[in-house]
């Protein structure tokens, strides 16, 4: 298949590309700076096509831009992780829509764009995709906004939508000011302690290059569609999670838990139900094997 991933650069993207290469698609990246992706050491297996968002309609069609892909997979979001602020709504919204649908309307079918946990508001437990969505900051907000946009263009246009929400991931170029990348930096320092929050909230965690795959694994099929969690199925105290990193690092530094607050916009315990990704998953494995040759 032919992929046109956005927010290649990023965190999760640059992940995606890689996953997608290594399952044998052809991948094109969109790009606000060409040069944005000599670092990567797939920079020369894809096909960089210059873009960037605006605020108005295009008039021009994107899907013959990007060379009539066959399915996209959106992750391209400005501006986190300020969750709280104003400016997913009145700056990041409207250009992602506008984008998106221009690609629609002109030819595009598949769809795969990235949610977030948060969607799911202060709702606590596990929690399946038909739990209602409860956004309770502005960047969850615009995000089911942009999810409700979409659902509305469907009965419009024929196309696939499949919404996968995030929920926590770690691993190689993740915000440095992230929990475990503060952890590693504390030992790397040589500091007596590790000052965080109490440590005893519940979350889903996965490595970023699962999280990777599965996404590609997501994009590829149209069996399974609308909302999918992103997610492992298993909470995981903050603390074990730290606890555990410091194992991996064959290192010791105190844990000063409760120095910091316990977020506001996060419930103390949530996690998500992976059922429908686990479908996805399966069928894949099941496909896999039928393809490969007997030796």
Known sequence: MH????????????????????????????????DHFARFEWASQVAVVPYRLTAQPEERDLYAYFGQPDAV???????????KASFHLDQNLFPQYLFLKNLIVHGLRDLTVTGTCFEYGMQSGCL???????????????????????????????????????????????????????????????????????????????????????????????????????????????RRLVEEHLVRLKAQIDLHLGYYPYPDYEPMA??????????????TTHSDSAQRPNR
């Open 3 to 34: 992929f046109l991933v956005t927010g290649a650069s990023g965190f999760v993207g640059q992940h995606v590309v890689r996953a997608l290469l290594a399952r044998g698609h052809r991948v094109t990246v969109s790009a606000t700076t060409l």
């Open 73 to 83: 997979i959106h992750l391209a979001w400005q501006g986190l992780p300020n969750y």
């Open 128 to 238: 399946s995709e038909d739990v209602p969505a409860q956004p309770g900051n502005a960047y969850a907000l615009a995000k089911e906004s942009l999810r409700t946009f979409l659902g509305t263009l469907q009965t419009e246009q024929p196309f696939v939508l499949k919404w996968a929400r995030l929920f926590y991931m770690y691993g190689p170029g993740q915000n440095p000011n992230s929990i475990l990348p503060l952890l590693e930096r504390a030992v790397a320092a040589g500091e007596p302690e590790f000052k965080m929050s109490g440590g005893e909230q519940l979350r889903d965690y996965l490595p970023v290059e699962t999280v990777a795959t599965y996404l590609s694994l997501i994009a590829e099929q149209t069996a399974v569609t609308g909302v999918i969690n992103c997610c492992s199925g298993q909470p995981i105290s903050v």
């Open 270 to 283: 949530f996690w998500g139900d992976n059922r429908k990704l686990n479908t996805i998953v399966a069928a």
